[in-house]
C-alpha cells in the first residue's frame, strides 16, 4: 500500500514554483541547501511507487529529457 503522506509530500514538491518546469526523481528525495522546495521523505521504492500510482490517478504526468523522466502535476 502507498502512503498517502508520501504522496502529499510529492504533490507539494511538484506544486512549488521552483518545479514548474517538473522535477526529476532525484530533485524529489534530495533538495540542496540553496533550495527552498519541500523534500519527499521515504525509501527510493516508496517513493517510486506512490509516483505510479499518481500517475495511474492521472494527477502526476511524466515527461522525458534527454536521458531522464521528468515529473508534472497533470
Given amino acids: 500500500m502507498v502512503n498517502s ?9 511538484l506544486s512549488h514554483p521552483e518545479a ?3 522535477l ?8 540542496h541547501e540553496e533550495e527552498e522546495r519541500p523534500i ?8 517510486r511507487a506512490a509516483l505510479d500510482e499518481m500517475i495511474k490517478e492521472g494527477t ?3 515527461t522525458h529529457s534527454s536521458s531522464e523522466q521528468i515529473y508534472c502535476l497533470a
Fill in 5 to 13: 503522506m508520501i504522496k502529499r509530500q510529492i504533490e507539494a514538491a
Fill in 20 to 22: 514548474e518546469d517538473g
Fill in 24 to 31: 526529476y526523481f532525484n530533485n524529489l528525495i534530495v533538495v
Fill in 40 to 47: 519527499v521523505v521515504g525509501d527510493e521504492a516508496e517513493v
Fill in 60 to 62: 502526476v504526468v511524466v
